[in-house]
C-alpha cells in the first residue's frame, strides 16, 4: 500500500480574499457567506457557530433584523436577494442556539456601568464582559431589553427568545439592575463605576405640531407599544388611525388589528416607495387588511364626544428634502375631515438625556460623540444606539455596543485610540448584464408566515422557520461572491484559453496584450476552470478551500485502509445535494460496509488526480456524485464526466476495468438512487471477486 | 501552436523501464496549450505511473515533477542542472523540438518524448485542435484565399480540386470537407477566382528537405526558402 | 501523322470506343493475357489503371507492353500518387521507346482509400502539371529544362467527372487540363444524361475529344459500395432500384442492360465523340455490351 502523502493540487494559495457585499453592509460584518454555504450543506451546527462567532444576539437577529445584508445582496441582481434573515433563523433554531451557554470569568477589577438595557447596551455589555470586565446594567424600566422589549411587538420578536439571550448574559456574570433609572453620571462615578456607556435609546415620540394633539384618544406609538408590551390591553374602539411610515407605525397598526380593532388605517403623508417601514412589513400590513391612505397628513384634531375628529389634508410631491425624499407639500383646498376612535402618532422618536449627565446634545437630541471613540464631551462617559444616531435598527445598535466596548477597553487602558484603517476590503461591482444572462433564475424561497385569520388572532409570531429542503434551496443560490477564482501565477499562465473556454458564465477573458484576467466580480465561484487549467494555476480565493479535497481523501483512505471490509468503495459526494453527507451518504455509510465517502463542495472539486488516487491508495471501485440538475452552478456534470472519461482511458491503459468509476447525477435516473449506487457496489464486488481468485490462481 | 499528444501509457512505461530515477519534465508553453504535456499532466502522468507500477512486479521507479517555461531555449534549460543530478532518464512532455534540446544539453542522459508531436494547428473548439500549416516553406495562401491546401488537402495538389469530393467532402472522409471547394468558395467571396484559375507548377521541394534553416541575423550566407543565396 | 491509332481514330470524327482493364494482383498474367486477347480488335483502345483505387497490382506499364505485344492499342494510366517527376519523366521516355504513346494523367487516389495505408503519398504533381510535363518533353526538354536526347511524342489525355455535384471547381480544372494541352478526356461513369448533357453543352466550346465514360454495375450492393467507398462515384437511387428489383443472378446481365441503354442514346443524339466502357473486373461481359450497344464491326 503506497502510503506516500501526495498532494494533487500543486499551486499555491490565493491569499487575496474579497469581502462580499453582505458582510460589507452587515454593521456587525457578519462572515454571512460562510455561514449561508454552511446552511446549504446542511451543516446547520457549524452555521450556527459562524452566526454566533460575529452576532452577541443572534437570535433576536433572526427574528427582526432589518436585513441591509440584503439589500446590497447580489442575487437581487439576477431576481431576488437570498433570504439571508431566514436562513440564519433556521440554522439557529435547528441548530440548538437556546442550548448554548456562553462562558466568562473576571479578569479585571474596573466596574463599567451600561445605562440603558436596550440592544446596544446588552451588546457592551456582552463584549465587556467577554473580556473580562465586572459589568452592571441599569434599566430604568421594569423589564430588561429597551426597545426589544417595550418596542417592538411580541408577534415580530416572542419574548421567550428575548429573555433566553437575556438569561444567557446574566449567566455569564453581567448585572442587571432593573427599575433603577439612573439620574446623575456623577453618582456613579462615585459608585466606583470606571466609565459609563450611555445608551438610553429613543423613546420620546415627536410632536407633530397640530393643534388638538394632546386631546382625548390621541396617542403616540411608542407609549402605546410599551403599554402593550409590558401587560396592558389599551381599549382603541373600532376605528383607529396611525400616523407615519415607519417600523413603528406598523407595529401600532398591527398591533392594533391584533387587538380586534376591526378599521385601522395608516396615514402617510408621502407615497409607498418613499416610506421607510420595512417592505414585508408593510406587505403583511396590507394582508392584515390594514388601509393605507398616502399623500394625507392630519392638520387638525378636534374632540367630539371623547373622541378624535382628524382634519388631514391632501399632499403632492415637491422637491427633495434633506433625506433625499421629495417634500409633501399640501394641496390648497384639499382638506376632509375623518372620525376615529384612536389616533396614534408614530412619525418618529427623540432620546431624552437628562441635563445633569452633563453630555453634549446634539441635532435631534441626540448625544455627540467622536465617531471614532464613541466617547462624550465627558471623559470615560461613551454613547451609543437610538441615543447617539436617532431611531435605527438593531443591528446597528448591536455593532455600536460592540465597538464602545472595544473603546472602552481602550480607555481603561490608556491605549491611544486608532482610528480603523480604511477598509482593505476591495468593492465589488455590480454583475455586468452579460453575467445575469446566464445565471438560471429561480425566484426567492419566502419562510413560510401564518394565515391572516391565524395572524390577526394574536400576537403569535408571524413567521416560522424553513424545513430543511427549503433552507437548503434557498441557501443555494448564494452566488459566492468574491470567493472566485484567481489566477496565482500569471508568469506560468500559457494563456491557452481553456479557462475562457469552459466557463458557463463567460467570466475569464484575455485582454489586447493575451494576459488572462477573471474579474472577481462576475466569477460564480463554480470551480469548472480550476481543474480544467492544464497549467494548474487558477485556485479559488478561499484558503480553506484548496487542498481540502486532497485532505479528506486522505483522511478517508487513511481510516478505509486499517478497516478490512473489502471491497473498498471510495464515493466523492457532493455536500449541496441529495448525495450530502447530512442526508443519503449518512445512510450509506452505516449500511453498506466498505463504502467511504470523500465529501466535496460540488463534484467540479474532483480533479482526475483525486480519482486515480483513490485507486492508487487501493480503492476497487470509485463513483462521483452529484447534484446534476439540481446543481447551483451550470455544465458541473459535464465537465465532471469529461474528467470521469479521461480516468476511464487511463483505467483501461492499466489493466482495471473502466466500470470501476462511474458518475452518478441526480436528475437523470428514475430510479431510487441507492438502487443505483447497490448496482454499482454490487459490480466491483465482482470485479473484486474476480481478481481475487485470479491471484489465487497465479499463486 | 505546435500541437502534440500523449503517447500511451504502456509505451512511456516501456521507454522507462531499465531506469531507476525519472524525471517527468513538462513544457509551459506549446504542450500546456493542447493539454498534453503542461504542469497538469505532468501530474497526472506521475499518478498514473506510480499505479502501474504498484500493479507490476517490476521493481519502482522513483519519479520527480518539473515544468519549465519551455524546453527549446538553452537558457531554460540551465535551470535543469540541480533537479537532473542523480536522475538516471528524463520523459520529456514537450515537442520532438524540446525533446532533441533537452537531449543535447544533457548529452549523458537518456531522454525520451512523452508526447506525438503531430502538427502546427490551433484549436476549432475546446479539446479538438486540426492541423492547419505543414511548414512547407513556401507559403502559398495569397492564392488560396487563405486556405492551405498543403495541409488540408489530402493529396497536397495545387491544382485542384481532384475528382474525388462527394457532397463537399473528401474521398478519405465525409468528416473532411474538401479543401479546393472550400479554396473555390473563398476566392469567389473575394472576388479572386482568376487566382484558382491559373496554373500552378510542381511545388518546390528544395525548402523541405531536411533539416532546414532560418537564418535571421546578417553576416551569414542568409539562405532564402528556395535554397537561392540572396543577397 | 498521327501520333498513335488511337489518336487517328479521335481525330477521324468517327464514335471511339476504349475500355480498360485492371491488371491482376501478382504476377500471374494469364488472366489479362486472355482479356486482352478478346478485346483488342473490338475496341479503339485499352486502358489499364494504375492501382486503381489505391490497391497494389501489376503495374500498368507492363499490362500497356502485353497489349502492344498481343496487337492492340494500349492506353496508359499514370496516377501522381506513387512516383516523383523523375520517375515519372522516366515511365514516360520508356513507354515511348515501346511504341506506347497513349497516356491518360490522373492525380491518383488517394493512399487511405486502398489496401496499404500506412504507404507515403507522393503527388509530387498533380494531373495539370503532370500533362504539361509530358508536354514540356516532347518540346525536347525535361522538367529541369535539360535537353533530352530523344524525345516523346503522345496523345495525352485526362479524365473529368460530368456529374461532380460542385461542378463550378470542376469546370475550374478541366479548363486546365485542356490548356496543359489534353487530347482526349475519358469521363467518370455517367449515370444521369441530362447532367452529361449540361456537361457537354460547356465542354464543346474545346477542340477535345470526351469519351463518356460508363460502368458495368453488377448489382444493387456493387452500386452502394461505390457510392459509399469509391472516390468520385455516385449511382443514382433509381438505377439501385432497378438492380435490386432483378432476381439473383441477373444483376450483371442488368447492368450490362443499363450501360447498353446510355451507350445507344449517346451514339444516337451525337452527343459526344465515344465511349469509355469500365467493367471494374467483369471485363469478360465487355463484348456482350459492345453487342448490346450495337457498337459491334464499328472498329478495326
Known sequence: MNTVAVRVRRTPLSEHTVTPPCQVACPLHMDIREYVDLAAQGRIMEAMQVIRSGNPFPSICAYICAHPCEEACRRGQVDKPVAIRALKRFALEFGGDRMIEVEAETTRSERVAVVGSGPAGLACAYYLRKLGYPVTVFEAHSEVGGMLRVGIPRYRLPREVLDVEITRLTKMGVEIRTGTRVVSLDLVFDLGYRAVFLTVGAHQSLRMGIEGEDGAGVVDGATLLRELNLGLTPALGERVAVVGGGNVAMDAARSAVRLGVPQVSVLYRRTRAEMPADPREVEQALEEGIEFQYLVAPVRVRTREGRPEVTCVRMELGEPDQSGRRRPVPIAGSEFTERYDTLVTAIGQAPQVPDDFHVRIGRGSTIQVDPVTLSTNRAGVFAGGDAVTGPSTVVEALAAGRTAAGRIDDYLNHRYPLAPSASEAEWMGDLLPETVATIRTTGRLEPPVLSREERTAGFAPVEMAYDCQTATNEARRCLRCGLGAAIVAPDRCASCLTCVRVCPYHVPYADAEGAIHIPFDQCQACGICVGECPAGVIALRKAGELGQVDEELDHVLGSATRVTSKPMIVGFCCQYGVYGTGTLAGLWRGVKAGVWIVPVRCVTKVETGHLLRAFEMGAEGVFVAGCGEQCARENTGHWMRQRVAKVKRVLAQLGLQPERLEAFMWGENTHDPTEVLDEFAARVGGFYLDSVLLQEVKR | MIVAEQKPLEDIIRMVRPYKKVLLLGCGTCTTVCNAGGETEVAFLHDALRMAEARAADGRREYSEATLKRQCDPEFLEHLTERVEGVDAVVSLACGTGVQALAERFADLPVFPGVNTSFIGMAVEWGVWDERCAACGDCRLEDTGGICPITRCTKGILNGPCAGPKNGHCEVSPDMECAWLLIYRRLERLGQLERMRRYYPPRNFRPISRPRRIVGKAGLEARGSHGDVTA | ????????????????????????????????????????????????????????????????????????????????????????????????????QNILCLTGDSVDVGDHKDAKPVFDLDSVQLLRMIRTMESGVDMAGNQLAGAPKCCIGASVHP?????????????KKVEAGAQFFQTQGVFDLAAFRRFMQYASQFDVKILAGFIVLSSAGMARYMNSSVPGITVPQELVDELAAVEKGKGLAKGVEIAARFIRTIREEGLCHGVHIMAVGNESVVPELLAAAELVGVHR
Not at chain 3, 479521335?10 to 491488371?23: A, D, N, Q, R
Not at chain 3, 456529374?163 to 479548363?175: G, I, N, P, T
Open chain 3, 1 to 100: 501523322m498521327a501520333t498513335s491509332l488511337l489518336e487517328e481514330k479521335l481525330l477521324s470524327g468517327e464514335f471511339v470506343v476504349t475500355t480498360e482493364i485492371g491488371p491482376p494482383k501478382g504476377a500471374d498474367v494469364s488472366g489479362v493475357i486472355h482479356h486482352i486477347d478478346v478485346l483488342k480488335d473490338m475496341v479503339d483502345g485499352i486502358n489499364v489503371t494504375d492501382h486503381q483505387s489505391s490497391v497494389m497490382r501489376y503495374p500498368s506499364l507492363g499490362a500497356c507492353l502485353l497489349i502492344k505485344e498481343r496487337g492492340g492499342e494500349p492506353v496508359l494510366q499514370i496516377t501522381c500518387r506513387d512516383r516523383n517527376r523523375l520517375a515519372l519523366q522516366a515511365e514516360v521516355l520508356f513507354a515511348y521507346s515501346r511504341g506506347i
Open chain 3, 163 to 175: 456529374e461532380a455535384d460542385f461542378m463550378e471547381a470542376q469546370l475550374v480544372k478541366f479548363d
